[in-house]
Structures are given as C-alpha cells and as structure tokens.
C-alpha cells in the first residue's frame, strides 16, 4: 500500500497567517492526489483533487500543488473556519489511501 | 443539493453483525460510485470499500474483505455495508462518500455524509 505522510502533524497558527502543508507518498502518484478538511465532530470536506484543482465552492484562498511524491496545501490567509484537520489522499493505487492528519490550531 | 444520511450503527457484541444504509438524494445516484469510509475514535480516516454505479463491480480493503459486503439498490437511491463478524477494531464513525472513480476502488470522494458510529463491545 502507497503510505502517505503529512508534516507537520499539527500546527499553530493564526487568523490572517499564511500557512503550508505537506504531503510525502511513498512512492510515485503522479497528480492522484486529493485534500480533505475535517472540523472537529464533522464529516470529511474535499477541497482539492488532482493534486491543484479546487473543488467547486471552496474558497480561492486554499490552493495545491505538487505532482510524484510531494504536494503541499496552502492556506494564503487564514479564516477561523480554516482551523480543523487535513488530510491528504492518493487514489493513484489501490487501496486509497489517507495521510495521518495535520490539525491546525489557532494560535 | 447532494444529502447523504447514513443509519443503522449502534452497539453490537464482538462476533455480531450490524447493516449501515446510506440514503442518497440531490444527484443521478445510478452513475455514481459509492464508498464508505470509517475513522476510529480519535484517529484518521480509512477506505473501506467501494462499490460502482450499477453495483457489478466491488472492491474491500483487506481488513473486511470476507466480512463486509457493499451493495445499493438504485431504485432506492440507498446504499448499504453489511457487517459480519465484528471485531472491536471494527469501531468507528462509518461514512458514505459520492465517488468520483477511477476503477479498481480508486476515487475522490467529493461529498460526505454526518457518519454513524458503530461501537463493537462486550
């Protein structure tokens, strides 16, 4: 199984803050690559397939890219309904499969 | 709007078995795939398993494979996951996602629903 990781694991930060995530597979996915939030007691939201596509209503100030083993998520100015949890997922091979979480706190 | 609303977890003994519904609207249900998707207590997410459109075409993660079986019924817009032999690590929030599919139980899962937990203990 392709085994994602996601650094960092968590992360303080705040409102206005411009702030980056990563996403290292194990091996190469091309741009199968998609990114969740998740706020705390809810469901899972995509944001971003094919690695920089974002989904449609999600707002402009989230964007991704990457493509082969390494992505990044970023966030160019935080809102407080930006601090949840991310995660990343491969759909290159199966299984899919989802990173562990990168929980962003407000600072 | 795409609504998704599972139903049917709840309690169960290890060894036991427990059906999860997920009833869909807002969306052609037939032409897309379904997936359910689980996260243990304080923990990530984790595919499940994935089922196509017409419902001919299956694919399990190993942890339930031969244990649970996906299926919908289009006429019902529903989809379900029988679970058999239940083990505690079974417990979880259990979603159903709409799936964008790329064969072979790969996809992106572009709407979710609330989740139903499913709690397996004696």
């Known amino acids: 199984d392709i085994q994602l990781t996601q650094s960092p694991s968590f992360l303080s930060a705040s409102v206005g803050d411009r702030v980056t995530i990563t996403c290292r597979a194990s091996?190469?996915?091309?741009?199968?690559l998609a990114w969740y939030h998740q706020e705390p007691g809810k469901a899972p939201k995509l944001l971003i397939y094919?690695?920089?596509t974002l989904q449609s209503g999600v707002p402009s100030r989230f964007s991704g890219s990457g493509s082969g083993t390494e992505f990044t998520l970023t966030i160019s100015s935080l809102q407080p309904e930006d601090f949840a949890t991310y995660y990343c997922?491969?759909?290159?091979?199966?299984?899919?499969?989802f990173g562990q979480g990168t929980r962003l706190e407000i600072k | 709007e795409v609504q998704l609303l599972e139903s049917g977890g709840g309690l169960v003994q290890p060894g036991g078995s427990l059906r999860l519904s997920c009833a869909a609207s807002?969306?052609?249900?037939?032409?897309?795939?379904m997936t359910w998707v689980r996260q243990a207590p304080g923990k990530g997410l984790a595919w499940v398993s994935t089922?196509?459109?017409?419902?001919?075409?299956?694919y399990y993660a190993d942890s339930v494979k031969g244990r649970f079986t996906i299926s919908r019924d289009n006429s019902k817009n529903t989809l379900y996951l029988q679970m058999n032999s239940l083990r505690a690590e079974d417990t979880a929030v259990y979603y159903c996602a709409k799936t964008y599919h790329y064969g072979s139980g790969r996809g992106y899962f572009d709407y979710w629903g609330q989740g139903t937990l499913v709690t397996v203990s004696s």
């Open positions: 089922i196509s459109g017409s419902g001919s075409n299956t």
């Open positions: 807002g969306f052609a249900f037939s032409t897309y795939a």
């Open positions: 997922q491969q759909l290159n091979s199966s299984p899919p499969t």
């Open positions: 091996q190469g996915i091309s741009n199968y």
């Open positions: 094919a690695a920089s």
